[in-house]
């Protein structure tokens, strides 16, 4: 179980032991209704796990948020590299070389 806390969280296990906190005691602007508010994050996750727990339609779909976040992560890499992009219709992917290096991104092993 995830509990969120503001800009921190705690994850339980299933014995509700904490296993992981996190602590981000920075001041964020809570009226700022894009900004990275504690109220956002807990209306994201509240929605996360209605759609897990009770089968709800999530606020916006897989193509929506993948749509969203691919465009901060080409603009990303295009900042990154200093390049305009030139990307691929069918997969989304920049087509130039020094770009690609910055698409993917390495995992913890476990």
Known sequence: MIIPGGNGYKILDLKNKSVKEI??????????????????????????????????????????????????????????TRLSLDIDSETGKPKNEEAMKLWARSYEPR
């Open 23 to 80: 602590k981000d005691l920075s001041v964020v602007d809570k009226t700022n209704t894009v900004g990275p508010g504690e109220a956002l994050d807990g209306v994201h996750l509240q929605n996360y796990l209605d759609c897990i727990r009770n089968g709800n339609t999530p606020n916006a779909d897989i193509e929506t948020g993948r749509k969203s976040t691919l465009l901060v992560q080409l603009g990303n890499i295009a900042y990154l």
